[in-house]
């Protein structure tokens, strides 16, 4: 069987490929505009280079961070993407701008000074890194402490997750305290906005109900019984749907109590017995055409409609998420949950005849699908081994 050791060096082996001097790029291929400094994809390939302790890597991080703040926009956001060199061309997004592209600059930025220590680079990072924070406290709107991402204005660009986000929401609490742990600011703003996000987005009849944002949709909420965090919160309504990315950087930075982690551990099971296997989705149940928020996922692309039931970001596997996922389950001490995830996604790719570093696997048949050299892939079997040998990740990423 093809070990987790083995793929392991195989993505380092990738991630080195793609990183230039410009940054690390999301693919080698040409497609979709995948050769090119991804802010997300770059970010997160960094990051894995920090967890490796590669100098190769982590220069790329480096050089990603540098271009990315050369295009900045003059009011704060933080490219979607850039083509570096003479046909230089930079994007914010094409049918919507992207949240992520902001949170994740500061929370790389944080980690590389933290790491590196290099002062010069953080001299040109820092005016770059307080202008999308102050991007980012616009984009609050009411001043309340949540910032509000428009429909597919994330990583997930075309899949209908929007409002206040568990995922961006929780990057953005990442950044914050990373950035404050550098310039020693006062923590307690912050350590009220992590409270009432844990409390909010896992709906419990424990909760004091001034801490809640909305109270009639909260206890509908509760009522689903959901066994995980909240995907998303809208005025009036709490959708309840599993997202693997934002759950794992839940279990990450928020405190798990021993509730939680069993009804976590329930919900996982149901997962395995749905799915026949113990592989994470990045989000679950998928959308299908019976589903009342369809008509906001058949028209929305940019190239063709990737997203069919157990497809793409509609159910659809991505190791990049699972990765994280894991990382989150070791760090709770669900360390047999992270373990039987990995050992699948180790049988999958053993018996693919097209495995490639591919972008997702399908929830129908299992097979691997989308993009294949993508760093962002490579990042996630990085992730899946740091929580297999539970490592000190959490230190390495200032948890």
């Known amino acids: 069987m093809t070990s987790l050791q083995t793929i392991h060096g195989e993505a380092v082996n990738l991630l080195h490929r793609l990183t230039t001097p410009d940054g690390i790029l999301a693919s080698t291929i040409e497609a979709d505009n995948y050769k090119r400094v991804w802010a997300r994809d770059s970010i997160i390939c960094g990051i894995a280079g920090l967890l490796l302790d590669d100098e190769t890597i982590t220069n790329g991080l480096k050089n990603s961070l540098l271009t990315l703040a ?8 933080i490219p979607s993407n850039v083509l570096p060199g003479e046909n230089s061309d930079v994007s914010f997004g094409s049918l919507v701008g992207r949240i992520d592209a902001n949170t994740w600059f500061i929370i790389g930025s944080c980690l590389y000074y933290l790491e590196s220590n290099d002062t010069q680079t953080w001299e040109t990072l820092q005016p770059a890194i307080n202008k999308c924070r102050y991007f980012l406290k616009s984009t609050e709107f009411n001043d309340k402490g949540w910032i509000y991402t428009p429909l597919s204005g994330n990583w997930a660009d075309e899949y209908p997750v929007h409002g206040y986000t568990l995922y961006d929401n929780l990057l953005r609490i990442w950044g914050e305290k990373l950035w404050i742990k550098i310039s020693g ?92 296997n113990s592989l994470i989705p990045a989000f679950w149940p ?102 297999i040998d539970r490592t000190s990740f959490a230190e390495k990423l200032h948890l």
């Open 70 to 77: 050369s295009k900045q926009h003059e009011h704060g956001m």
């Open 286 to 387: 998928a959308i299908t055409e019976n589903s009342p928020d369809w008509h906001l996922l058949q028209g929305n692309y940019s190239y063709d409609f990737k997203n069919k039931p157990g497809y793409f970001h509609n159910g659809g596997i991505w190791p990049v998420w699972m990765g994280l996922f894991c990382m989150g389950l070791t760090k709770i001490g669900l360390n047999d949950a992270s373990k039987d995830s990995v050992t699948e996604f180790e049988r999958i790719v053993q018996d693919a005849k097209n495995w490639d570093f591919n972008e997702y696997i399908d929830a129908v048949n299992f097979g691997l699908d989308g993009k294949t050299q993508m760093g962002y892939t490579a990042s996630g079997i990085v992730f899946m081994k740091a929580a």
């Open 185 to 276: 600011g006062n923590l307690d703003a912050l350590n009220e906005l992590i409270e009432k996000t844990s409390s909010n987005f896992w709906p419990s009849t424990q909760t004091n109900a001034k801490k809640l944002y909305h109270q009639g949709a909260y206890r509908k909420a509760i009522s689903k019984n959901a066994g995980h965090y909240a995907a998303f919160i809208l005025p009036g309504c709490y959708d309840m749907r599993f997202d693997a990315a934002g759950n794992a950087l839940a279990l990450l930075l928020l405190r798990t109590d021993d509730f939680q982690k069993k009804e976590l551990r329930s919900f996982i099971d149901e997962l395995k017995a749905g799915l026949g």
